[in-house]
């Protein structure tokens, strides 16, 4: 009975060496211990069929959107992950079946977290912050303020020391962590200031030359429509004198005595005043004093 036991023990000991050497020859990347033989694995970019034997490995590559990055014995593939563009991430151009696909983010993008679910754009920097480190595929836009003295320049994009006036010249405006120090001749002061006070010196001459000429005319309108010449009055009573001979009336108080002119026109003469002339004679006259 002990020596029945101690083969049995013998032989097990012998098995299981034969077992552990067996596998610790095989590759751990690439191969696999199986019945105490070595057999292989598919390689990265397959995947392994049921009907393999260790003898006879039969591998398949990978479908549309899978991968396998290393030997394997699965039968199936990984699959590559989605990289959604409604959150900000690129379409990858080529995927290989072989290498898992990382994710990218847009220009101007970053991801939002350690895993990079999502992508966030980058920040901007405020009015008076220049950029520490540009943003990238993991990272924010880090920005600072620009130191005293300096301001920030959208040329350059970075903070630059405000400009000194040279002589001639004056600060108008003080320069700020926006803007930087402004300044102005001294001389354009001057001519400004001259320009001004010429413009409003012939404007008040222009309106008083605009004054004087509308009041004397406004004078002589005055003087037309309100009163005649000296001639204009002489010769009213000519008119007067020769509407009566045109439309005779008989009048009892009137004393006329009619006289005829070289020219064989007739004329009427009040006692003791001078002759008036006649119809044709003083006809173009009348007219011209009816008119006016």
Excluded at 56 to 82: A, F, I
Excluded at 144 to 170: H, I
Aim: a negative charge; aromatic letters at 6%; charged letters at 20%.
């Amino acid at each position: 009975m002990c020596v029945y036991l101690l083969v049995s023990i013998s032989a097990f000991l012998v098995l299981a060496s034969a077992q552990a050497s067996s596998s610790q020859l095989c590759d751990p990347q690439t191969q696999y211990p199986r019945d105490g033989q070595c057999c292989s694995m598919c390689p990265p970019g397959t995947r392994m069929q049921w009907s393999s034997s260790c003898l006879d490995v039969v591998c398949e590559p990978c479908g549309t959107n899978e991968y396998q990055d290393e030997y394997t014995t699965d039968s199936k593939c990984k699959r590559q992950p989605y990289c959604d563009p409604n959150t900000n991430f690129e379409s990858p151009v080529e995927q290989s079946m072989m290498v898992k696909t990382i994710c990218m983010c847009k220009d101007g993008f970053h991801c939002s977290g350690k895993e990079c679910i999502t992508c966030t754009k980058h920040s901007a920097c405020q009015p008076g912050y220049e950029v520490v480190s540009e943003g990238s595929q993991t990272n924010d836009t880090v920005c600072r303020p620009c130191p005293s003295g300096t301001f920030f320049s959208s040329t350059s994009r970075k903070c630059e020391k405000w400009t000194e006036c040279e002589p001639g010249f004056y600060a108008a405006e003080g320069g700020t962590g926006e803007s930087d120090t402004k300044c102005v001749s001294r001389h354009r002061t001057h001519i400004i200031v001259g320009v001004i006070i010429g413009v409003a010196v012939a404007l008040m001459m222009t309106i008083g030359v605009c004054w004087y000429c509308c009041g004397n005319s406004r004078r002589m309108e005055h003087e037309n429509l309100n009163g005649h010449s000296v001639e204009d009055a002489l010769h009213t009573d000519e008119c007067e004198v020769e509407r009566i001979i045109s439309n005779p009336v008989e009048d009892e108080d009137t004393d006329l005595d009619l006289g005829k002119t070289d020219n064989g026109n007739y004329f009427a003469q009040e006692s003791g005043k001078p002759p008036r002339l006649s119809h044709q004679e003083s006809q173009t006259y009348c007219i011209n004093m009816n008119h006016s």
